[in-house]
Nanobody
C-alpha cells in the first residue's frame, strides 16, 4: 500500500501561483505513475497531468495550455504540481493519485489509479 498526502493548497488571487506537493509513503516510489486530478463542486474528477515513475514522460490535459507543470523528486518521494496564472475556474479540491506501473505508462482516467490522497483545497478569488 502507498499512502499519499497533498499539501500546498490555499487561497490565492486571480493571476497568482501555487505549488502543490504530494508526499508518498513506502518504498519503490519510482515504480509508480503519478497523476493530478481536481474536482469542483457538483462536477466529476478532471484529469490534469500525469508523469511516469522516472519522470521521463509527462501528459497534460490540453486545455491547461502550459499553466500547470507536473514534476517529481524520487529521492524525496514527492510529487509536485506548479500552477501559474490561476483563474477563479481553477477553484476545486486537488488530488494526487498513484498506480503501480513499472513499465512507465501514463494514464488520464481516474479509474486507472489505485491510490488516492485526501485532497487539498485551492480557492482562487477575483
Amino acid at each position: 500500500q502507498v499512502q499519499l498526502v497533498e499539501s500546498g493548497g490555499g487561497s490565492v488571487q486571480a493571476g497568482g501561483s501555487l505549488r502543490l506537493s504530494c508526499a508518498a509513503s513506502g518504498r519503490t516510489f519510482s515504480s509508480y505513475t503519478m497523476g493530478w486530478f481536481r474536482q469542483a463542486p457538483g462536477k466529476e474528477h478532471e484529469f490534469l497531468a500525469a508523469i511516469t515513475g522516472s519522470g521521463g514522460s509527462t501528459s497534460y490535459r490540453p486545455s491547461m495550455e502550459g499553466r500547470f507543470t507536473i514534476s517529481r523528486d524520487n529521492a524525496k518521494n514527492t510529487l509536485y504540481l506548479q500552477m501559474n496564472s490561476l483563474k477563479p475556474e481553477d477553484t476545486a479540491v486537488y488530488y494526487c493519485a498513484a498506480d503501480y506501473q513499472p513499465g512507465g505508462s501514463t494514464y488520464y482516467s481516474a479509474r486507472e489509479y489505485d491510490y488516492w490522497g485526501q485532497g487539498t483545497q485551492v480557492t482562487v478569488s477575483s
